[in-house]
């Protein structure tokens, strides 16, 4: 399945290209439990950063929804601790 990682969708229970960060819909709410939840994307989370990292980057990125700033921040530290254009696959 192709992604575009242009865009970030964190409203819990969305569903779409863009909902790869969305938590379940029976999401609590607080920032803990959707970082704790994001972790068990960290496969996908990696492969995204990759793609703003990588040769072929993409240069512009949309968060919309209740934890955007919970997802840039999980992004950023990310994005810290990849080489530039290194693989994602743990």
């Not at 496969?43 to 990759?50: K, S």
């Not at 950023?76 to 254009?85: E, F, S, W, Y």
């Amino acid at each position: 399945m192709l992604r575009d990682f242009s865009r970030v969708d964190t409203t819990p229970g969305a569903t779409g290209m863009y909902a790869t960060f969305a938590p379940p819909e029976s999401a609590a709410g607080s920032r803990e439990e959707y970082l704790a939840w994001l972790k068990t994307k960290i496969r996908d989370l990696r492969v995204m950063t990759w793609f703003f990292t990588g040769q072929a980057r993409c240069t512009k990125l949309e968060i919309v929804g209740p934890f955007a700033e919970d997802f840039k921040f999980a992004f950023d530290r990310v994005l810290a601790t990849m080489g530039k254009g290194s693989d994602p696959r743990p």
